[in-house]
């Protein structure tokens, strides 16, 4: 499978625990987005990267949630002391970037959260 | 309040019949405009996208249309199908960073 994936599928916590999503992107992207969405919206944007640096993050983006992509490939989105709002589908998106070239984001499958 | 408003919120039809989503949007400056399909429990796929210069473009039985004078945009279903149902979201980009999500339309097709 070539497309952009994430793991777990599924995520069942208690409150105040700490999670953590990982997302592979497609190999040759190197722009990775992070996206909350609630049941019945669109998706909200929390993150970017490109390449391993974090170029914007979202307001939404409190102090309990941090992601990284340390080697520009993989990344990691972890939400600390996690509280019941947090529960949520959690989507990965990549694209590439290159000069004038901008393709469009490939979405994964989503973690889906739920804190009880 | 979101800069891109999707209309119906939610829509049944029968299997074989045809819809329209509408999408209007308040984003600018304006890239481009994409049409996913999201199935329940998965990611958004995208559909179509089109540009400033682009009034429509079909993708199967799906067909977009822009009016990015009015900042309008319709997806069209024809002969709708069982595995059409899922939620259909409109994405406006002002640039090559940024995308701005509708709420979607939930459809439901009924056999």
């Known amino acids: 499978d070539t497309g952009v994936s994430q793991n777990p599928r599924h995520k069942i916590t208690k409150r105040g625990q700490n999670v953590t999503f990982r997302c592979d992107p497609i190999?040759?992207?190197?722009?990775l987005y992070w996206y909350r969405q609630t049941l019945g919206q669109g998706p909200e944007f929390l993150t970017y990267f490109q390449n391993e640096a974090q170029l914007e993050k979202s307001r939404l983006l409190s102090d309990r949630f941090s992601a990284e992509r340390p080697k520009g490939s993989f990344s990691t989105l972890e939400i600390q002391r996690t509280e019941q709002g947090d529960s949520a589908m959690y989507l990965c998106?990549?694209?590439?970037?290159?000069?004038?070239?901008?393709?469009?984001?490939?979405f994964g499958q989503g973690t889906r959260l739920t804190v009880v | 309040k979101n800069q891109v408003e999707q209309s119906p919120q939610s829509l049944i039809i029968l299997e074989g019949k045809n819809c329209t989503l509408q999408c209007n949007y308040t984003v600018s400056p304006f890239s481009n405009l994409r049409w996913y399909k999201q199935d329940t429990g998965r990611g958004p796929v995208s559909l179509t996208i089109?540009?400033?210069?682009?009034n429509t473009k079909s993708n199967g039985r799906y067909t977009a249309t822009l009016d990015a004078d009015t900042k309008q945009s319709s997806l069209h279903i024809t002969a709708s199908q069982l595995s059409d149902s899922a939620s259909y979201i409109c994405?406006?980009?002002?640039?090559?960073?940024?995308?701005?999500f509708g709420a979607g339309t939930r459809l439901t097709v009924k056999p």
């Open positions: 089109m540009t400033f210069s682009e």
């Open positions: 998106a990549s694209s590439l970037r290159a000069g004038g070239l901008h393709t469009e984001a490939f």
């Open positions: 994405v406006v980009s002002p640039n090559n960073n940024d995308m701005r």
């Open positions: 190999s040759e992207h190197n722009r």
